[in-house]
């Protein structure tokens, strides 16, 4: 997106505002320069049009058009983002190749596999390498100082309005160069930085923050994709709320192996993800599940999280603990919406049972059939026993029986129990709920008649609080994760809700 004179002006007239009002609310922050302060302006005085023409003679091109409106604005800029001290002016624009800062061109050609510059045919490259190294090499750099980092233009790569694309690169990041279509789209991405780590009071925090409730109406009424837009702009921003409930959305999209570790349990600004009562009805059987699967590893174990964990998580573990009590059953949300999640996950139980059940008289015809199995965690009813592979181990009545293909929950109907074999040790058995490894497949006709119960259950879902955008605690079950495929839950995310 290109940008004219008046739209430059406007637009660094809010920055040099809003990174003034940063500073001055940072008590760490030293004092701010008083001619930037008594002007309000981050800036020069802006170039001339001979000065610009100047400094197109001296690099032997036309400048893109963003960058030059921005030099008849200004004349450089002070503070461009949190790791650029200054950008250059008409007279401190160069190419990289001449400049002090030509070794990150040496560093890339070295990382490239290329020997003085020039490929030989026999030697072995890293191709994206190569290509960052070529375009260092031919780069403009537009920045005079920063931490580890430089901002470039790339002329060789122009768009059909003449802007050159540019560049942000930092040795730290981890990430090489990354593109951004012009000067201008550079800069905002700067500015987006600024607000994103500094957070300041102003119009922009204040116009985030009111697209983040549109995107969250807009969520609740089934606009997906505007949600989604809106969220993802504003964490750009920094704005907390907008990560919060932009990650709701992607733990059901993206699934439980991928978003689960995107939940900031333990970081310092996660008291917005853990505020009660989303905290309840949402993210704690989350944890629940992290850490039964984690199986006492880093690094969510619950003495790591009662250690180091925000105070409002350490105080949650309490209700955890009563997650493992015996009789516990997960809550999914309001009493009827619960009643019918419960529903679904029992009938996929009693499915991957009978599966069992046939199997083994598969594998024993004649024989009678002494077993079956489940893949979730289940109370051992009144007339039950729990076997555990080749080895018996009873678990009292009522209470919550560890799960997975080795563990098998005996129907006895009533009958006296089975006795332990000789020679069989009990099998250690801890505080359910358990996950173990996946067991029968769910039919596809079973999974989509449990799918479709599902979704006709969503009306009965309501939001436990303002934050609360869809049901995820749905995905603290592997039955249920299981059935949440990225299309279904798009399916249930465009249907209005709550």
């Known amino acids: 997106m290109g940008m004219d004179r008046v739209q430059w002006r406007e637009f660094l007239e809010l920055w040099s505002t809003e990174w003034i009002t940063a500073k001055q609310a940072d008590p760490e922050e030293g004092p701010v320069d008083p001619e930037v302060l008594r002007d309000g302006w981050l800036g020069f005085s802006p170039a001339t049009e001979p000065e610009v023409a100047a400094a197109e003679a001296r690099l032997g091109r036309p400048l893109p058009p963003s960058l030059r409106e921005f030099l008849l604005v200004t004349d450089g800029w002070r503070e461009t983002g949190p790791f650029i001290e200054e950008l250059a002016g008409t007279t401190g624009l160069d190419w990289l190749r001449d400049t002090p800062e030509r070794h990150w061109i040496g560093i890339w050609e070295e990382l490239a596999g290329l020997s003085e510059g020039e490929e030989d045919e026999e030697d072995e490259y890293d191709e994206v390498a190569v290509a960052e190294a070529r375009i260092l090499a031919r780069s403009l750099r537009l920045s005079l100082a920063g ?24 040795s730290w990041s981890g990430e090489g160069l990354q593109r951004h279509a012009s000067f201008a789209e550079l800069v905002r991405a700067q500015w987006r930085t600024m607000h994103a780590l500094a957070q300041p009071a102003g119009p922009t925090r204040d116009h985030w923050d009111a697209e983040v409730e549109r995107g969250r109406r807009a969520a609740l ?54 505020a009660e009562p989303l905290l309840s009805e949402g993210f704690l059987p989350l944890l629940v599940r992290l850490v039964r699967e984690a199986d006492g590893h880093e690094p969510y174990t619950l003495d790591k999280l009662r250690e180091n964990g925000p105070r409002v998580l350490r105080a949650a573990l309490a209700e955890y ?90 129907r006895s109907a009533g009958g006296p129990r089975s006795e332990r074999r000789a020679g069989d040790e009990p099998a250690p058995l801890g505080p359910g709920p358990h996950y173990g490894r996946p067991g029968p497949e769910i039919a596809p006709e079973v999974a989509e008649r449990a799918w479709s119960e599902l979704l006709a259950a969503l009306p009965l879902w309501h939001p436990a609080g303002p934050d609360h955008l869809a049901p995820v605690s749905l995905l603290a079950d592997p039955l249920l994760a299981e059935l949440i495929t990225p299309e279904r839950a798009r399916a249930l995310l465009s249907l209005p809700r709550g």
């Open 147 to 170: 931490d580890a980092a430089v901002l470039l233009l790339d002329p060789e790569d122009v768009d059909a309005d003449g802007e050159w694309a540019g560049y942000w690169l930092a």
């Open 321 to 410: 603990e009563a997650m493992t009590a015996p009789g516990f059953r997960f809550r999914y949300g309001p009493p009827e919406f619960d009643a019918a999640v419960h529903a679904v996950v029992d009938g996929l139980a009693a499915h991957l049972e009978e599966q069992r059940a046939a199997s083994e008289r598969a594998a024993r015809p004649g024989g009678e059939v002494r077993s079956e199995v489940t893949t979730m965690h289940f109370i051992v009813p009144s007339n039950s026993t729990l076997r555990y592979s080749g080895s018996w181990a009873e678990v009292a009545p009522g209470t919550i029986g560890p799960a997975g293909d080795e563990l098998l929950a005996a």
């Open 221 to 274: 009424a089934g606009e997906l994709d505007l949600a989604l837009d809106l969220f993802g702009q504003a964490k750009e921003f920094g704005r907390p709320r907008a990560r919060l409930l932009l990650l709701q959305l992607r733990l059901l999209l993206d699934g439980w192996r991928t978003g689960k570790n995107g939940i900031p349990w333990s970081l310092r600004d996660a008291k917005v993800f853990l």
